[in-house]
């Protein structure tokens, strides 16, 4: 379960308001301080009193009450999530254009927190155009659009626009607030971290490549926690699904060799070397300079590959030696489909035996396990196989329980 935090919860004008008051409800019973920004039409459907009493706090709805302490943007200053149950569509158009007309509008302005939206209209209007643009503006600008569902709506017509269920709505919203990197800590303050993170492509030709599923997720989520925690972080990206976060160093790399190159060149003054990208272990032993026709090639087509180096290994061979602050920490990641628990194990401890990596993630990967996923579940090894932690949830928090593994150990000490 997550800290206490501070969710202000933003309330709409629609008939859903009434639903909100479960939200409201929901965050405090978990222990979270809950502070509501009503719009004025949601006090139409929803009465003040209430959501005082459901809130523990003070309802805050006029922009020109509390101005002796900038209330405006104290709100959304102070707010370490924003969670908007029901928003309408005219809400919608508000936050898409920055409009700040009012104390929900100057709140979301003055917060760099996450947004979760809780969308509740008609149909028609949620498939108008206008919010359809609003919507995919909102998405791209990172919040959250939770539901609509679909069902009955206030008359007689069904469809989409129903506001989520509130309970669907607290979890994906605690989901958010879980992904989000811990910025209480500095414990890597002045040091720098390289991590890889994607998966390889080897090509085979000008249109085509041998590649594999890893969404780069859990990488990039290391890079954005250890960054939170005062590292200077370089990221070596190889063909990430996911967007890379803008204050953290990138150097690309495309294929295995690519990636063994700009690890050597970029681990030489690293202080910690997490190796989370899946390498490929071969590559076609040619890469053709047109494309592979079929003519050429019949009904079957017969490729030779080559192994490739062991990057993680390499590094280990190389790396500078002695304890932290002058030795470097290096941490392998293990990609391992075995069902059994004891043969995981087993697998994990015979690969962190033959890498002579300092700790090792062990990861089960399957088709729908580990990659292109939000959330994982890990144990770590030490290098004498012991497992020192075991941590499950999203890939931030993982994340952050690897991270503190790392700062624990001793060899950094
Ligand atoms: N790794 C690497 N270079 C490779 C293959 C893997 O550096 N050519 C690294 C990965 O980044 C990971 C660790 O080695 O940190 C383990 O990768 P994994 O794919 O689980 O194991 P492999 O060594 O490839 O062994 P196998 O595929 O046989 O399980």
């Not at 890893?214 to 926690?225: D, E, F, I, T």
Request: proline share 4%; glycine share 8%.
């Amino acid at each position: 379960m997550l800290a206490s935090r501070t969710i202000v919860v933003g309330i709409t004008g629609g008939i859903a308001a009434y639903k909100a008051v479960n939200v409201v409800r929901a965050f405090v019973l978990q222990g979270h301080s809950v502070h509501v920004v009503a719009t004025e039409a949601a006090l139409r459907f929803v009465g003040k009193p209430t959501l005082e009493a459901i809130s523990r706090n003070p309802v805050n709805v006029d922009l020109y009450e509390g101005v002796a302490e900038v209330r405006h943007v104290a709100i959304g200053q102070s707010a370490d999530l924003i969670v908007i149950a029901p928003a309408t569509a005219n809400t919608i158009a508000k936050l898409a254009a920055g409009i700040a007309d009012d104390l929900l509008g100057n709140t979301v302005l003055a917060s760099t927190a996450p947004i979760v939206l809780a969308p509740a209209m008609h149909t028609e209007m949620w498939n108008n155009k206008a919010t359809v643009a609003n919507v995919a503006t909102l998405r791209e600008r990172g919040m959250t659009i939770v539901g609509p569902g679909v069902g009955q709506l206030t008359g007689s017509d069904v469809g989409p626009g129903r506001m989520e269920e509130p309970d669907v709505i607290v979890q994906r919203a605690l989901d958010v607030l879980d992904a989000q990197p811990t910025v209480d800590s500095d414990d890597l303050a002045g040091k720098r971290v390289v991590i890889s993170a994607g998966g390889t492509r080897e090509p085979l030709d000008p249109v085509r490549f041998l590649g594999n599923r890893s969404s780069g997720k859990q990488g990039v989520a290391l890079a954005l926690a250890a960054a939170a925690r005062g590292a200077s972080v370089v990221l070596v990206a190889a063909n990430l699904d996911v967007a890379v976060p803008a204050h953290v160093t990138v150097h690309l790399a495309g294929s295995a060799l690519d990636l063994e190159q700009a690890m050597r060149e970029e681990c030489v003054s690293a202080d910690i070397v997490i190796m989370a990208a899946a390498v490929a272990d071969y590559r076609p032993t040619e890469i053709r300079e047109g494309k592979i026709k079929k003519e050429d090639t019949g009904d079957t087509l017969t490729l030779t590959l080559v192994k490739n180096p062991d990057v993680l290994a390499g590094l280990v061979e190389t790396r500078r030696a002695g304890h932290a602050p002058a030795g470097q920490q290096i941490v392998g990641f293990a990609a391992e489909t075995e069902p059994d628990a004891d043969k995981l194990l087993a697998l994990g401890r015979g690969k962190i035996a033959r890498k002579g990596c300092d700790l090792l993630v062990v990861n089960r990967v399957g088709w729908s396990e580990g990659f292109a996923t939000d959330s994982n579940e890990v144990m770590i090894l030490d290098a004498r196989g012991d497992i020192v932690n075991e941590a499950s949830g999203s890939k931030m928090s993982v994340a952050n329980r690897i991270l503190d593994v790392i700062v624990r150990n001793d060899s950094f000490n």
